[in-house]
């Protein structure tokens, strides 16, 4: 049985109903299930345009952490400043956003999660979002690539090592961070599931099982998945039920299952303020048990089938 890791919470107001605006979309499903609010804007120093496989951009940031004589910082950085940083150091959280929300709606709480975790953070908005939103139509597969460009920025361009990135997916987010980590042939750090659900058309009714035209099988994708999972939920969410993520806690593989966090009485869309201090202690837990040994072992590795900098040094002089 899932091991109900729970913390009284206080009540949760209604969340306010979140404006929307026409938009072409593939089929009826994907109308009903992405609902862009009315794109936000960021400043333009602050957006790091990427390039996904299906040849369309979207955009992104970073947040980088730094401590300095006991102060904590946390900045957006430009691709400029990027490459004269160390984005390779410490944690860096991929940051998939759930549905209503787009990167100018999010940076304030993506740079509290950066300052208060201490780490790294990179979110990005799906093609149909913010400033995305003429890049072309939200749909299950554009958000597929959209993650694997995010990832690909990471590994690639920032040269961060896989173990050294956690996924983190809210609600909608669950289903782009769930491919990637199913997908991957990399050993990455973590993935830290918030709200998710076993699959789309699971949230309306329990099939069952996974049929026709369904989107985002995460519960397909869990047995899959080969990293520490953190799951989080709250226990009155009005959304998409409590039991999703027990059922997801139940078809990881025992090897990625790690201590859940369900919070008593709260509901989907925020993290009070009541329950934001022990919100924020369990994903350091996670981080500090689960991910950090990770890193250590492939730095490990990786200093192990290295050369000697002697010979590294030498190599270097007879090709230069």
């Known amino acids: 049985k899932t091991p109900r890791n729970t913390t009284q919470s206080q009540p949760q107001p209604q969340s306010q109903p ?10 009826t499903v994907s109308s009903l299930l992405f609902q862009p609010p009315p794109p936000t804007k ?10 996904t496989k299906g040849g369309y951009r979207i955009p992104g940031f970073y947040i980088s952490y730094k401590s300095s004589g006991g102060v904590d910082v946390s900045r957006s950085l430009s691709r400029e400043e990027l490459q004269c940083s160390s984005p390779e150091q410490g944690i860096t959280i991929l940051y998939s956003h759930a549905n209503a929300e787009d ?4 940076y304030p709480w993506c740079k509290f999660l950066s300052k208060m975790l201490r780490v790294n953070l990179f979110a990005y908005d799906y093609a149909g979002y913010g400033m995305a939103y003429d890049k072309g139509p939200p749909a299950e597969d554009n958000c597929y690539s959209d993650i694997e460009a995010a990832y690909h920025f ?35 750090g973590g993935l830290i599931l918030h709200a998710p659900f076993l699959s789309v058309y699971r949230i ?32 009155n969410d009005q959304i998409v039920p409590f039991y999703h993520s027990e059922k997801l806690y139940e078809a990881l593989n025992k090897g990625s299952r790690v201590k859940p966090l369900f919070i008593e ?10 329950v ?45």
């Open 18 to 27: 979140q404006p929307q605006y026409n938009h072409k979309m593939g089929d």
């Open 42 to 51: 960021l400043k333009e120093e602050k957006i790091i345009w990427l390039k």
């Open 204 to 235: 309306v009714v329990d099939t069952g099982c996974t049929v026709y035209g369904d989107k985002f099988p995460n519960i397909d994708y869990a047995p899959m998945i080969e990293t520490p999972t953190l799951l989080i939920h709250g226990t």
């Open 265 to 274: 009485g709260m509901g989907h869309n925020n993290v009070h303020a009541a």
């Open 276 to 320: 934001r201090g022990m919100f924020v202690m369990r994903i350091v837990e996670f981080l500090q048990e689960h991910v950090e040994p990770g890193i250590d072992r492939a730095k490990s590795i990786s200093m192990k089938h290295s050369p000697p900098l002697r010979q590294r040094i030498a190599v270097k002089t007879l090709g230069s």
């Open 103 to 106: 990167l100018g709606s999010i």
């Open 154 to 188: 990471l590994r690639n361009m920032l040269n961060i090592p896989a173990s050294n990135i956690v996924l983190y997916g809210r609600s909608l987010g669950s289903g782009p961070s769930c491919h990637l980590a199913a997908g991957t042939k990399d050993q990455i």
